[in-house]
Nanobody, 117 residues
Framework: QVQLVESGGGLVQAGGSLRLSCAAS????????MGWYRQAPGKQRELVATITKGGSTNYADSVKGRFTISRDNAKNTVYLQLNSLKAGDTAVYYCNAEKPQYGISYWGQGTQVTVSS
């Protein structure tokens, strides 16, 4: 099992910044991609950004140029820097870790990000 613990969410004004962290523990061997997804009220969960163990990144078009994902493999932690926040970024943000060779996906409990306009 893998445990993912997120932190860093909160309330921020439009145009502001936040930094989310996700620390992985447990059976972390073979984790390849880690990432962030978000779910706004009444909407489906959507991808925000992912990063592989080698550092390759992928972003949703809606956050490109504003959000940055990074990863510290030594600390088993992935970060999401959120800049130029908009009201539309308000959502619960979930950390995700993948073991693709086993077809296993792990999720954190989520952290709320609220952007006031």
């Amino acid at each position: 099992q893998v445990q993912l613990v997120e932190s860093g969410g909160g309330l921020v004004q439009a145009g502001g910044s936040l930094r989310l962290s996700c620390a992985a523990s447990g059976s972390i061997f073979s984790i390849n991609a880690m990432g962030w997804y978000r779910q706004a009220p009444g909407k489906q969960r959507e991808l925000v950004a992912t990063i592989t163990k080698g550092g390759s990144t992928n972003y949703a078009d809606s956050v490109k140029g504003r959000f940055t994902i990074s990863r510290d493999n030594a600390k088993n932690t992935v970060y999401l820097q959120l800049n130029s926040l908009k009201a539309g970024d308000t959502a619960v943000y979930y950390c995700n870790a993948e073991k693709p060779q086993y077809g296993i996906s792990y999720w954190g409990q989520g952290t709320q990000v609220t952007v006031s306009s």
